[in-house]
């Protein structure tokens, strides 16, 4: 968790500089962008509270490397 939260802090510092630079400074494009982050990260904590399963430290390490490679791609694509 560590990782992830150290990925995410990266994340939320670019943030400000992702919409000035890909949003021309667009106070409703940036706010957008801001709730669907936020939207995101309630969506995940639900999913989490009815996961019954245990978690494998592995599966935790496959997840955080697709969505980094998703991040990855969808930045290269809407460049």
Do not use: D
Request: with cysteine.
């Amino acid at each position: 968790m560590g990782i992830f939260n150290f990925c995410y802090a990266g994340f939320l510092l670019a943030a400000p500089y992702i919409a000035h630079h890909f949003f021309q400074g667009n106070s409703t494009n940036y706010s957008l962008f801001l709730t669907v982050s936020a939207v995101g990260g309630l969506l995940g904590g639900v999913w989490l509270t009815f996961q019954k399963r245990k978690i494998k430290p592995e599966r935790i390490y496959r997840e955080q490397l697709f969505y980094g490679i998703m991040l990855v791609f969808a930045e290269f694509s809407f460049h």
